[in-house]
T-cell receptor, first 108, second 119 residues
């Protein structure tokens, strides 16, 4: 089992819709969690940290479920510019472990 | 905010050439930098962790004699791909660990990446 797993997608979603995807992690002692966004052949950019109580930043909501060992990202009112690959990152054993990413395509 | 500069952004060269990629932290000191490689449609793969003043720590399967890393100062790490071959063509990205206290907000600052194409 991979340490961090994500559905690779692609998720094809109409503009304006709400989309959510999860990321599961295997190490229950993992300490910190992040969502990054990566556009094609560009460097990843931090989208948001994921806090235990859940957190929201505009149209984006991130949640952590420690019992089931997954984090989620919800995007509301999706825009064409949201098309990208979303990478889940887990800080575990003093290392950052990257998921393979979920590709999101927003269609007009 | 903290910025990491990576240079060059794009390299095309002949097989057998050695290519040097620089990663600089512009407004903070980075004792630890990371080098990643990303093939098309795949995740970032950590190649090595670069520590200022000491030898780099390479991930399993990464040849240290092939990918030479030098972290000679607190603001500069270099990756040299020696005798590059077409299979080394990839997207190489560096990142730097930010100062203590900022980690929870931004675990790593990334360079823009270097697209390496070996003919």
């Amino acid at each position: 089992r991979k340490e961090v797993e994500q559905d690779p997608g692609p998720f094809n979603v109409p503009e304006g819709a709400t989309v959510a995807f999860n990321c599961t992690y295997s190490n229950s002692a993992s300490q910190s969690f992040f969502w990054y966004r990566q556009d094609c052949r560009k460097e990843p950019k931090l989208l948001m940290s994921v806090y235990s109580s859940g957190n929201e930043d505009g149209r984006f909501t991130a949640q952590l479920n420690r019992a089931s060992q997954y984090i989620s990202l919800l995007i509301r009112d999706s825009k064409l510019s949201d098309s990208a690959t979303y990478l889940c990152v887990v800080f575990s054993n003093y290392q950052l472990i990257w998921g393979a990413g979920t590709k999101l395509i927003i269609k007009p | 905010g903290a910025v990491v500069s990576q240079h060059p952004s794009w390299v095309i060269c002949k097989s057998g050439t050695s290519v040097k990629i620089e990663c600089r932290s512009l407004d903070f000191q980075a004792t630890t930098m990371f080098w990643y490689r990303q093939f098309p449609k795949q995740s970032l793969m950590l190649m090595a962790t670069s520590n200022e003043g000491s030898k780099a720590t390479y991930e399993q399967g990464v040849e240290k004699d092939k990918f030479l890393i030098n972290h000679a100062s607190l603001t500069l790490s270099t990756l040299t791909v020696t005798s590059a071959h077409p299979e080394d063509s990839s997207f190489y990205i560096c990142s730097a660990r930010p100062p203590v206290g900022e980690y929870s907000n931004q675990p790593q600052h990334f360079g823009d990446g270097t697209r390496l194409s070996i003919l």
